[in-house]
C-alpha cells in the first residue's frame, strides 16, 4: 500500500521533504482558514488538514525518482485509476468546505482528462512540456471560473500541480 504514496524505494531524505512539506502546507492553510471570515467547523478544519497533508504531500512525492518511477513501471492504468480515485479531494471540498459543484466537476474532469493524455505520452519528448502548458491552462480555467476563498483556492491549485504536472509525467526520464 505505502507503493502507491512513495514508490519502492524512497530515500529518507525523500519521506522528510515529502511529509514536512504536508505538514507545513497543513499548518498555514489552518491558520488561514482560522483567520477567515468563515464560522469555524471541526469537520472543515480537519478536511483542510487532510486534504493539505495529501495535496502538498503529494506534489512532492510525485516528483521523487522513487514514486516516478513506480508508477511507470506499471501498467497505464494503475496510473488512471490512480487519477480516477482522485474525485474524493474536490468531492470533499464541495460536500465540506462549500466549493461550488461545477467547480468540482471543473477540477475533476480537467485533471482526469489532462492525466489521462500525458499517461499515453509517456515516451515522448512533448510530455513535460505539455504538462506545464495543460497545467497552466487549468490554473487559468480554474481561477478564471470559479471565486473560492483562499483555502479552497490553494488545495483547488495543488490539487492541479500534483495531478497535471507532478502524477502523471516522468520527471527523471531521459529525453531525447
Not at 10 to 30: E, F, M, N, S, Y
Not at 107 to 116: N, P, S
Request: hydrophobic share 60%; proline share 6%; glycine share 8%.
Amino acid at each position: 500500500m505505502l507503493r502507491l504514496l512513495y514508490g519502492d524505494s524512497p530515500t529518507a531524505r525523500d519521506l522528510v521533504l515529502i511529509h514536512l512539506t504536508a505538514v507545513i502546507a497543513a499548518g498555514l492553510l489552518l491558520l488561514l482558514y482560522a483567520q477567515s471570515a468563515a464560522p469555524f467547523s471541526l469537520a472543515a478544519a480537519g478536511v483542510i488538514v487532510v486534504l493539505a497533508l495529501d495535496e502538498a504531500g503529494g506534489v512532492v512525492a510525485n516528483a521523487t525518482r522513487s514514486t516516478s518511477g513506480w508508477y511507470r513501471r506499471q501498467p497505464a492504468w494503475v496510473s488512471i485509476v490512480f487519477l480516477a480515485v482522485h474525485a474524493l479531494q474536490p468531492a470533499l471540498m464541495a460536500l465540506v468546505l462549500g466549493l461550488p459543484w461545477p467547480v468540482f466537476a471543473l477540477l475533476y474532469g480537467y485533471q482526469l482528462a489532462a492525466g489521462c493524455v500525458l499517461i499515453r505520452l509517456r515516451e515522448h519528448d512533448v510530455q513535460r512540456p505539455l504538462a506545464a502548458a495543460l497545467l497552466g491552462i487549468g490554473v487559468v480555467l480554474f481561477v478564471g471560473l470559479s471565486t473560492v476563498p483562499p483555502v479552497l483556492m490553494i488545495l483547488g491549485l495543488l490539487y492541479l500541480v500534483k495531478l497535471v504536472v507532478m502524477f502523471p509525467v516522468d520527471h527523471h526520464a531521459a529525453q531525447g
